[in-house]
Structure formats: C-alpha cells, structure tokens
C-alpha cells in the first residue's frame, strides 16, 4: 500500500499547454507538500496545505496552482507550460507537530515533466 | 538564498571507508536537523535526524554530528557499502515552521 502517492510518473507535453499532478496520501497526515528537484537535484519547496489551508507559497510563477479538496490530497495544476518547468515534482506528506516543526516527510516516487 | 550550504557536490568512497558529508546554516532559529537519502527514481526518505541538545546522534553505521557555536552539522557513513550510493540531502527547519529547507545534495557512489 503506497502512502504517498502521485499521477502521472512521467508527463511528455508541449510549451503552452496545461497539465495537473495528482497526489494522494494514506497516512493521516495533516500537512502536504510540493517539491521541485530540478536537473541538478535541488529540492526546493513551492507549497505546503495544512489541513487544506495554504501555508507555504515561495516564490514561484502563478502558472502554479495547487489546490486540496481534503487533506488527503493536493493537486497541482501548471498552466501554460514552459521549458523551464521541466523538473521532477514531488508530493510529500508529514504530521505537523506543536513546537515540534514539519516532522518526517514522506515523499511520493515524483512525476517527471519534460517541456518541449 | 540558500539557507542550508552542503558539500561536497560528489564523492566517491571505497568500499569499507568512511563517507562525510557537511552541512552548514546560517539561520540560529533552525532546531531540526535531518537527512535524507535518495536512489534513482524515488523520492527522498529519512535517514537520521539530529536536534540542538545533543552533539551526536548514532544509528546503526550512520552518525550525525552537530556543532552548534559553528552552526555546522555532518553526516558520516561508517563502513560505507556499495548499497549506501545515493544521493544525500541535509535539511534544517524551525519548530515552530513548516519547511523543510534542503542542501543541494551530495551524490555519493561507493566503489566495490
């Protein structure tokens, strides 16, 4: 039983279009994560929802747009694709602890998007 | 900016050597200091994590110590093994936030 998971694992598509991530997670988690981990692996965080409420927003294109229908998932939605999108996106998924911080992260396998 | 500084890029270790890999951070608000290891194709996981009240953290051949006046902590592979190449990231964040901010990773391959 995977506990994070995330469609599609690999994503082909043209510059201009528009495309969505799915992730879903079983653990009961109340925080949920996108990372991006571009060609030389850099993670670096775009959102974080906590109990489907947006917490983290860094700094990135408002061509991204995540949304969370419940805490179990979060969505991301890229529009008008660009070269410079192409990346491994990562889902992840915690238990936010008081006074504690993010706790362990559980991250999905990632969607591969390759823009050309 | 980068708030957690990792080095070295790459390193590759011979069977049964010692792998060390650093980090360093410049925010004092950072309380939480984990690892995270990651083979091709999947996602990061957690490896060890260390928190400011103690200076070392020993799990199996896997030792995280931490220098809080030098605001620098390292990881170290005991008996490094051919299974243990893969890429490593160091992380800090803050108890009271909800990021996990990464290093850039090392890639660290161990030679038969």
């Given at each position: 039983d995977t506990a994070v998971s995330q469609t599609p694992k690999y994503l082909v598509t043209q510059m201009g279009n528009?495309?969505?991530?799915?992730?879903?997670?079983?653990l009961g988690h109340d925080t949920m994560y996108w990372y991006k981990q571009d060609s030389k692996k850099f993670l670096k965080i775009m959102f974080s929802y906590n109990n489907?409420?947006?917490?983290?927003?860094?700094?990135?294109p408002n061509?991204?747009?995540p949304k969370s229908p419940d805490k179990a998932h979060l969505n991301l939605h890229i529009n008008s694709l660009e070269l410079g999108d192409s990346a491994v996106y990562f889902c992840a998924s915690s238990q936010?602890?008081?006074?504690?911080?993010p706790g362990e992260l559980f991250f999905g396998e990632g969607s591969r998007l390759t823009v050309l | 900016q980068q708030q957690v500084k990792q080095s070295p890029q790459s390193l590759i270790v011979q069977k049964g050597g010692i792998s060390i890999i650093n980090c360093a951070y410049e925010n004092t608000a950072f309380d939480y200091f984990p690892w995270y290891q990651?083979?091709?194709?999947?996602?990061?996981a957690l490896l060890i994590a260390i928190r400011p009240d103690v200076s070392e953290k020993?799990?199996?051949?896997?030792?995280?110590?931490?220098n809080k006046s030098a605001k620098q902590f390292s990881l170290h592979i005991m008996d490094s093994q051919?299974?243990?190449?893969a890429t490593y990231f160091c992380a800090a964040s803050r108890h009271s936030g909800y990021?996990?901010?990464?290093?850039?990773?090392?890639?660290?391959?161990v030679t038969p």
């Open positions: 528009d495309k969505s991530i799915k992730c879903e997670q079983n489907k409420e947006l917490i983290i927003n860094e700094t990135v061509r991204f747009s936010s602890k008081s006074g504690v911080g | 990651q083979f091709p194709g999947k996602g990061p020993k799990e199996g051949r896997f030792t995280i110590s931490f051919p299974g243990d190449s990021a996990l901010n990464f290093g850039k990773g090392t890639s660290l391959l």
